[in-house]
């Protein structure tokens, strides 16, 4: 059984604040870790793959790093907007076909 | 652009009938998996399907079966259904094998009392 956490489960924050929550995963077999977007009621929305140890990638306030020697993904949010309030889930893909998720971060942002 | 369609979105079942869920991948994708979502569970991979053949099995419990047609997309049988099958089954596609993406549908909500 692969084990995949995220941290927090929920966090608060207000309109405007920058944060950032973790997905930790095993540092064996690793292929891929997938970051999505899941607002209720819709399908979970991609937000990056990434594939290679330091890699860091950006879409508009939303940045990621990825380290897998040490097994974990940071998610970066810059200036949280309401729109921002859903669930962030990380997935692990360690060269499978299946994805294993972590439980999700369920961001809330007050304007 | 196309994204995955499932169906139906909402199911009601009684326990010991059955249910079939249909997914349909996104134009061109060939490889189909399905999720399990529980309540207050993370989603937990059932099976995948590569050009029609199974390729990864999970946590499928053996009352559930599956397949996929000629034409890419898959459905999901389940029998004998169980208050415990009340979950969101997604569905989630991909061009080839070993993509390093899946795209997943909106999920079908099946509840069985």
Known sequence: ILNVEQSPQSLHVQEGDSTNFTCSFPSSNFYALHWYRWETAKSPEALFVMTLNGDEKKKGRISATLNTKEGYSYLYIKGSQPEDSVTYLCAFNNAGNMLTFGGGTRLMVKP | ????????????????????????????????????????????????????????????????????????????????????????????????????????GPGTRLTVT
């Not at chain 2, 999970?58 to 208050?83: K, T, V, W």
């Open chain 2, 1 to 104: 652009a196309a994204g995955v369609i499932q169906s139906p979105r909402h199911l009601i079942k009684e326990k010991r009938e059955t249910a079939t869920l249909k997914c349909y991948p996104i134009p061109r994708h060939d490889t189909v998996y399905w999720y399990q979502q529980g309540p207050g569970q993370d989603p937990q991979f059932l099976i995948s399907f590569y050009e029609k053949m199974q390729s990864d099995k999970g946590s499928i419990p053996d009352r559930f079966s599956a397949q996929q047609f000629s034409d890419y997309h898959s459905e999901l049988n389940m029998s004998s259904l169980e208050l415990g099958d009340s979950a969101l089954y997604f569905c989630a596609s991909s061009l080839g094998l070993r993509s390093y993406e899946q795209y997943f």
